[in-house]
């Protein structure tokens, strides 16, 4: 209870006695006390404030003397690891990664619900003449393969194809021991359809 | 319907016959025809090679060690002119606006309906008392000031507040002798919610 009521407070920057009315009204769940709260009218912390809180960087790259180029943010705990020189170096390769090998999405979990089943529609439909068993084994290999080709996570490094930029994310986290997100991405290419 | 065909082709690069059969079978719809070729499993032209056609250059820039970066596409009519050091120069002009100005939309003409609505509302909220002649008069002009704020063109440059970005880039055009057209750009914040 005093545990939640702490979060609360951090969360909101409400007072103390609000926060322990809307806690105990909402038995120790921390959101649904932010809802009372904000249906009482209680000013919150200004979203904005709260939101800040990331460190990291911002990379930028730029291709072919501007025929492609790439925006990338990537995120990390503290400023020290933000400065530090493996981050920014991951950073550049990153940027250029995705300048390279045009991924659409971070990770798998990004895509798309629709995309994937219009994928599975499009393959199951290129392959009718197929036995069934076979064709959901060759659909589920085509899906990876699709992931390998549009998520940035799962593309092999262009610097180095036998491994895959999770790997390289993972090795670094677990070397810098702060844990390390790269968050979104912009890539431009001259002339393209949006 | 021949044109249909015909865009079809240019699209796809796909066989006449396919084309033709793919367009009557969706009705005209082109996007349709896509899939069906796709479904029939007909390889397509690579979407790269008929998407660029367009000249320019994609610039970015970062700002403060990468706590903001930009990055924007900036299109001309020949690749002469995207080699041309004023077009460079004022696409780098345009990326350091970007980071310093903040504007969320390129031209007036971009700014989504329900978010002018939404402002009209809480300019027409937060001035009540005001007679009914004054307050429309006050709100256009609160509008105008609205879109100084969030629309690149009518930003004031921030090198030389006297003149806005259209006026920059319209004498660029003149002078140059070719469209130039600021065609859309990312900023990221570092830790600012999306």
Known sequence: MLDAIKRLREKTKAGMMDCKKAIKEAAGN????????????????????????????????????????????????????????????????????????RPLYVKKENVPEGVLEKEREILAASMKDKPKEALEKIIDGRIEKFYEETCLLEQPFIKDPKIKIKDILHSLIAKIGENIVIRRFSRYQLGEEQ
């Open 30 to 101: 921390v959101e649904k006390a932010i809802e009372i709260l904000r249906k009482r009218g209680i000013k919150l912390a200004s979203e904005k404030s709260s939101r800040v809180t990331k460190q990291g960087c911002v990379e930028s790259y730029i291709h072919m003397n501007g025929k492609i180029g790439v925006l990338v943010e990537i995120n990390c705990e503290t400023d020290f690891v933000a400065r530090n020189e493996e981050f920014r170096k991951f950073s550049k390769d990153i940027a250029m990664q995705i300048a390279a090998a």
